[in-house]
């Protein structure tokens, strides 16, 4: 036989063996496991550290090499934010962040920036919070310099052009005036506003104080807060450490002048509490409770975040979710959230109802927190609610870039340093007893706030001592 012939047959052979064993396997009925009984090696996950680098320029450092693709990712946090503006002259901070991108600098004006940028095919994102400002920037390692040389240039030359001002104020103004056609968007700011009586964290922009606003007090705003010993930078990618240090040096300078960070502001010390109506002629209401409570450095933080998970923020198993929407039909979506900081939280509960449910699903959401603070958890709730909480931890760790920005976050707020390596520890290590303790010390119905929008008359009768509630007249 030739060669073409050897072939056909050893194919041949190839096709009745595979077809023997098909057969042979299929006489051979093979018994399936369950998911739940399948066994496997347990998953590990380290955490890998971004190292701390202090500059020379009075910034910190965090780095972390990354040499999968070709890019560099960058993130800033600079002490500041809408809680740090001057009284009367709210809205500062937050025009200051837009303008770092859209005002130009000394070296570029805005059209030149903007080309400068629409050519690189990159732009830095740049947003100011309650307490931090923040900037997100992602770009090709070949394009190094040429992208830090403007990022620089925008955080530390900004030249606040009097016509991009104008139009911000204009922007602003008019969002302003439509916050009246969002009903979730107001009844959160004045949850907010009321959440912090007496504490600049509850001032808010106004047309009346963007009246205040000029030129001068952006750039009186920028030197007080933007400058090197004020801000902390996470670096990852493609980039050598002694590469990121030289370049962080290069374009933002070496300190000559020492300056102190901005201190962190202090926990508030009270909020308010009882209810509050916004009446507005709507078919749909929106609910809104809320507390003041732990943040990320008390003991009972851990314990507290599970509560929340299993409360609301859990998602389609949760109490709130399960109980307000599944179940009743109430809602649209209902739910909790938990927002700490290093030195306090805010918990609270949300509900978005239709009119004649509004008394109904506001009770029902207050009996859940009654029935939680009263010990009504299980051990199967804290099983679920850890693993999740675990999991969700994980893969918040997917890229570099998000490695190192939290480990930065865990200084800029103050935190211990092991903050992130012993977050799974205390997670798994919180007991059924401790979700009782922290229920019954942090869920007080007393000190609780409550802001409802919608159609109050329509709402039927509320609880008696809500006989006097107070109604809010929202400014824009």
Not at 37 to 66: C, D, H, K, T
Not at 202 to 224: M, P, Q
């Amino acid at each position: 036989m030739n060669n073409r012939h050897y072939l056909c047959f050893f194919v041949s052979l190839l096709f009745f063996a595979s077809c023997f064993g098909i057969a042979s396997e299929a006489r051979a009925p093979r018994t399936l496991l369950p998911p739940d009984r399948l066994q496997y090696p347990a998953l590990e996950f380290r955490l890998p550290a971004a190292e701390r680098i202090e500059l020379q320029n009075g910034m910190v450092l965090f780095f972390l090499a990354n040499r999968e693709l070709p890019l560099v990712s960058l993130s800033v946090l600079v002490r500041t934010g809408s809680a740090y503006d001057p009284p009367g002259k709210e809205g500062v901070a937050e025009l200051t962040a837009y303008l770092l991108r859209t005002g130009g600098t000394k070296k570029t004006e805005s059209a030149g920036m903007d080309e400068r940028f629409d050519f690189l095919g990159v732009s830095p994102s740049v947003s100011m919070g309650l307490d931090s400002a923040s900037v997100h920037f992602t770009f090709p390692k070949s394009d190094l310099d040429s992208c830090l040389d403007l990022l620089s240039q925008m955080l530390q030359e900004p030249a606040f052009e009097e016509q991009k001002l104008q139009i911000a104020l204009s922007q602003k103004r008019e969002e302003l005036r439509r916050i009246a056609d969002n009903p979730q968007k107001l009844a959160f700011r004045e949850f907010n506003r009321l959440l912090y009586p007496d504490d600049p964290r509850g001032r808010y922009a106004t047309v009346a104080s963007l009246e205040n606003v000029s030129r001068d007090d952006l750039a009186s705003f920028h030197r007080k807060y933007f400058f090197p010993a004020n801000m902390m930078i996470a670096l990852s990618g493609d980039i050598s450490r002694d590469d990121a240090v030289k370049t962080i040096e290069r374009y933002f300078g070496i300190r000559e002048n020492p300056r102190s960070a901005a201190a962190v502001l202090p926990p508030p010390s009270k909020s308010a509490g009882g209810p509050y109506f916004i009446r507005k002629p709507l078919s749909q209401s929106v609910v809104v409770s809320g507390e003041l409570s732990v943040g990320k450095k008390d003991p009972d933080y851990h314990a507290f975040a599970v509560l929340d998970f299993i409360i609301g923020s859990g998602g389609f198993p949760s109490r709130i979710f399960t109980a307000v929407r599944n179940n009743e039909g109430l809602a649209y979506s209902a739910g909790s959230f938990y927002r700490a900081r290093g030195n306090y939280g805010v918990f609270g509960t949300y509900a978005f109802t239709k009119t004649s449910s509004t008394l109904q699903a506001f009770l029902l959401i207050r009996s859940i927190l009654k029935d939680v603070a009263a010990g009504a958890v299980s051990q199967a709730d804290l099983d679920w609610a850890k693993k999740s909480v675990l999991n969700g931890f994980i893969f918040s760790f997917e890229e570099p870039a998000q490695i190192a920005a939290q480990q930065m976050t865990v200084e800029f707020e103050d935190l211990p340093r092991d903050y992130l390596s012993a977050y799974r520890r205390r997670i798994e290590t919180v007991t059924l007893n401790d979700l009782k303790r922290v229920a019954a010390k942090y869920l007080d119905e007393k000190k609780r706030l409550t802001v409802i929008l919608g159609d109050v008359e329509q709402f039927g009768k509320w609880p008696d001592a809500w006989e006097g509630p107070v109604f809010l007249n929202p400014q824009p």
